[in-house]
């Protein structure tokens, strides 16, 4: 019996190491992604972010040699925060809340133009 790997999520996920800035109250942190959708993204942070905290991020999208990036800033709500094993430091996911649909669609062409499987 041969087992078939699905994508269980609702949004293609693109594993990457993109800086952006993350926004918790009044302190401002720069981090790099693990992974991006269209829907949200996973970053290791050197503190903890609490449950269901709503932050503001900017994101870059690079673009390829020579090209200007895509920036855009959006909300999240924090909704995973959990300790390394490796490195120490935290994993924190994020899902984005209320981003314009025309911000989407940028995530979304990126994503597809880099995905490799």
Not at 28 to 38: A, G, H, N, R
Not at 56 to 69: H, I, N, Y
């Given at each position: 019996m041969?087992k078939?790997?699905?994508?269980?999520?609702?949004?293609t996920?693109?594993?990457?190491?993109?800086?952006?800035?993350?926004?918790?109250?009044?302190?401002?942190?720069?981090?790099?992604?693990?992974?991006?959708?269209?829907?949200?993204?996973?970053?290791?942070?050197?503190?903890?972010?609490?449950?269901?905290?709503?932050?503001?991020?900017?994101?870059?999208?690079?673009?390829?040699k020579?090209?200007k990036?895509?920036?855009?800033?959006?909300?999240?709500?924090?909704?995973?925060?959990?300790?390394?094993?490796?490195?120490?430091?935290?994993?924190?996911?994020?899902?984005?809340?209320?981003?314009?649909?025309?911000?989407?669609?940028?995530?979304e062409?990126?994503?597809?133009?880099?995905?490799?499987?």
């Amino acid at each position: 019996m041969s087992k078939e790997l699905t994508e269980k999520r609702a949004s293609t996920r693109l594993k990457g190491h993109f800086v952006i800035q993350v926004q918790k109250g009044a302190e401002q942190q720069m981090v790099k992604t693990i992974d991006l959708s269209s829907l949200g993204l996973h970053f290791k942070s050197r503190k903890t972010f609490p449950l269901f905290r709503e932050i503001l991020l900017s994101l870059s999208l690079p673009l390829g040699k020579g090209k200007k990036e895509q920036s855009l800033e959006c909300s999240a709500i924090v909704v995973r925060s959990e300790k390394s094993d490796l490195g120490g430091g935290y994993h924190v996911a994020i899902s984005f809340i209320g981003m314009d649909e025309k911000d989407k669609k940028r995530i979304e062409r990126f994503i597809a133009q880099n995905h490799c499987e």
